[in-house]
């Protein structure tokens, strides 16, 4: 019955992790993709913005991999293995607190109400938010 | 599964360099039109590298190599603050 229990709840935590690691790639390449779009003139827009967006989809992905590290927590079997997921788990949380601050900060400058867009290309539209960026490009 | 992850944080990795040297490029050839855009443009390229990290922590690295994953994660996110703090502070 335990053994049972530790294979199903350690296939799950394998599972999660891969959705997390996927909006991480997905993230990468969309990112990507918008980053050429801009830099060739098709859909400009500032880096700042691109910065943003991939941020969003790290912090998306980051929850995933915390929700696979609490899993495992429930099935370590070793010290070692304890001691891993406790730095993986300290530094996913670390850093999932440094970027959903940034993204805070990021929507607390940007207070039009068109920025709720979810690739975050709405941001940049306020006065107050060109005036922040200064003198940069596709502004 | 690990081959593929890896294989994701090296596409990353790749993607931040072509980032870094359009950036580099740009800034050297139009200094005056593109002040700014430098730090911003490094600031995009950590965040593809911050990915690349994050995807190479997935893989379970050993543990001699997860404090070396751990480093280089937490460095790039204080260079990444310290970019955008400059870039308040100058604008």
């Known amino acids: 019955m335990e053994e049972t229990l530790r294979d199903i709840v350690g296939n799950v935590a394998l599972v999660v992790e891969a959705i997390g690691a996927l909006i991480i790639a997905v993230g990468v390449l969309s990112s990507f993709a918008a980053y050429v779009g801009s830099e060739l003139h098709i859909r400009p827009r500032s880096y700042e913005s691109l910065r943003l967006g991939l941020g969003r989809f790290l912090a998306l992905g980051l929850e995933f991999q915390l929700a696979a590290d609490i899993l495992s927590t429930a099935v370590s079997p070793s010290w070692e293995e304890i001691g891993k997921l406790g730095a993986i788990a300290g530094i996913r949380t670390v850093l999932n607190y440094f970027l959903a601050q940034d993204l805070t900060r990021a929507q607390g400058e940007a207070s039009s109400p068109g920025d709720d867009h979810p690739d975050g290309s709405g941001g940049g539209t306020s006065p107050m938010m060109a005036a922040l960026r200064g003198p940069r490009r596709n502004q | ?91």
């Open chain 2, 1 to 91: 599964m690990k081959e593929a992850v890896a294989l994701g944080a090296q596409v990353a990795i790749g993607m931040a360099a072509l980032v870094a040297v359009i950036a580099v490029v740009r800034a050297a050839l139009a200094p005056r039109e593109t002040a700014g855009a430098l730090g911003a443009g490094l600031g995009l390229t950590l965040e593809f590298l911050l990915a690349a990290g994050l995807l190479r922590l997935a893989t379970r690295p050993s543990l001699a190599h997860l404090g070396m994953a751990a480093f280089i994660i937490v460095l790039r996110k204080v260079i990444s603050m310290g970019l955008r703090y400059a870039q308040t502070a100058a604008g």
